[in-house]
């Protein structure tokens, strides 16, 4: 797999500390939502550094886009979100992984467990399933801060009432909207188990976000009666 | 060189030549596995090497246990980029669980408990390059780690060294595992940045 020389189109704030970077990336092929690119910067003095982002939507000919999370006292995401200008060249490699991947073709439910920038994938399913005019059933359970650190907050309110099978569902774990019932706290079994699919249904899941919530709520998933090998994670790195 | 994206200059570099090319160091250690963490009970724990003829040879914890332990202090180094020095761990080596095993076999498919597989030239797991371990750092291995036991061959990218660990497959043909049919490299060679197919 070559790296492929792409520009920065155009970029989107999605929160005060994320940026949706549309990438023009010549000669791409298809992609699946759960796939990955790698991203390569070069200084000029030759030093590299490279990171996986997640593809947050279907192609749009030779476009592409990722969403950002900007990392303190990070290398890569800060000069993303921060420094990098439009018209800028980048290097691209991908599309990568094939098995934290979903198929418009599968008709079983669907269940997306999201924690922070780990719903940039999910999205894309959720995308994608759109595109594909499909109707199986989702469900987005998304566990943020803040309000106002939901990525995409607009189109997932429009999806929610044009996209028919499709719910979603928010867990603030520190600040709760204004009505919102209950009070902020980390995802746990209740939501699960009122959020998600009961395991007789059988449904897909897919987990994404920090280590440790991946790590918490496939423990969930499988205590609540989840197969194992329903449940397909993606762990974005260190826990946050 | 690749392209320069101007105005970027990275961070000031550690100079390690313990690093392969596109890595970096971490002092954590990051988890990634592609599901949920299996919980294996040690007392139903048996690890099985399996022949080209179907011959098994296995080995039930205490088993394991009373063989000769080493304890190797190594390098790691994950396809994600993150690398960790000098690690340090106890376990059993490959060498002493093959010594048992007649074969011919030229590739080895190890497989998990939770399904998860992977493929080894069998070569790389003798000459004192690859060990069975079940303690990290002077403790048991954590489950998210892949405790009770798992595969540690850390001349090659983390994924070959598979976690909760069950068993090896040994045959004359390679058979991709799990991430190896996911696009992953086959051979996975950190200093020869084999992380794809077609590397
Ligand atoms: C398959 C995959 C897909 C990914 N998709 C996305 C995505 O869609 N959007 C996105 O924003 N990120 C994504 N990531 C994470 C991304 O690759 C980088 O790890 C992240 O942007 C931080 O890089 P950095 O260079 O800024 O920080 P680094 O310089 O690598 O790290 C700086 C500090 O931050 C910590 N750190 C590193 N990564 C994270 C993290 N993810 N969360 C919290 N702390 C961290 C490090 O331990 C270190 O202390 C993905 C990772 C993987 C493996």
């Not at chain 1, 189109?9 to 990955?36: I, K, N």
């Not at chain 2, 090497?49 to 098994?56: D, K, P, Y």
Request: aromatic share 10%; glycine share 10%; charged share 25%.
């Amino acid at each position: 797999m070559r790296w492929q020389p792409a520009r920065l189109v155009a970029r989107r704030a999605e929160t005060p500390t994320a940026q949706t970077l549309v990438l023009d990336v010549p000669g791409w092929s298809a992609h699946l939502p759960g796939q990955h690119v790698d991203l390569r910067l070069t200084a000029p003095d030759g030093y590299q550094a490279a990171r996986s982002y997640s593809l947050a939507a279907p192609a749009d000919g030779d476009r592409i886009e990722v969403t950002v999370q900007r990392v303190p006292d990070g290398e890569v995401s800060p000069f993303l979100t921060d420094t990098y200008r439009e018209g800028d060249p980048v290097e691209v490699r991908g599309p990568i992984g094939g098995w934290f991947v979903w198929r418009p073709q599968q008709t079983d439910p669907v269940l997306l467990v999201a924690g922070g920038s780990g719903v940039v994938p999910l999205m894309a399913m959720i995308r994608a399933r759109r595109a594909a005019g499909s109707r199986v059933p989702f469900r987005l359970i998304y566990s943020v801060r803040t309000p106002a650190d939901v990525f995409y907050a607009a189109e997932l309110r429009d999806r929610v009432r044009a996209d028919a099978g499709l719910d979603v569902a928010y867990v603030y774990t520190r600040e709760a909207p204004e009505g919102w019932r209950g009070e902020p706290h980390r995802l746990g079994l209740a939501d699960v188990n009122n959020h998600g699919w009961p395991p007789e249904l059988d449904p897909l899941v897919y987990v994404c976000g920090p280590t440790g919530f991946v790590e918490t709520v496939s423990d969930l998933l499988v205590g609540l009666g989840h197969p194992a090998r329903r449940v397909r994670t993606e762990r974005f790195g260190p826990t946050g | 060189m690749g392209i320069v994206t101007p105005g970027f200059s990275g961070r000031p570099r550690v100079e390690a030549p313990e690093l392969p090319p596109g890595q970096y160091l971490t002092p954590d250690f990051p988890v990634l596995s592609a599901g949920p963490t299996p919980r294996v009970e040690r007392d139903a724990w048996e690890f099985v090497i399996t022949t080209e003829t179907g011959a098994e040879h296995r080995w039930s914890w205490a088993q394991m246990m009373a063989l000769p332990q080493e304890t190797p202090t190594v390098d790691i180094h994950c396809v994600t980029r993150w690398s960790k020095l000098g690690t340090s761990w106890q376990g059993v080596s490959l060498d002493t669980l093959l010594d048992e095993v007649e074969t011919a076999a030229d590739y080895a498919l190890a497989h998990s408990y939770g399904g998860y597989s992977t493929n080894l030239p069998l070569d790389d797991l003798r000459d004192g390059r690859a060990w069975l371990v079940h303690t990290y750092d002077g403790e048991e291995l954590p489950a998210e780690h892949g405790g009770p036991a798992r595969l540690l061959v850390p001349h090659l990218y983390f994924w070959k060294s598979a976690k909760w660990v069950r068993g090896i497959r040994l045959s004359l043909d390679d058979t991709p595992g799990f991430w190896e049919t996911a696009g992953y490299h086959d051979y996975g060679d950190p200093w020869r940045e084999q992380r794809y197919q077609g590397d």
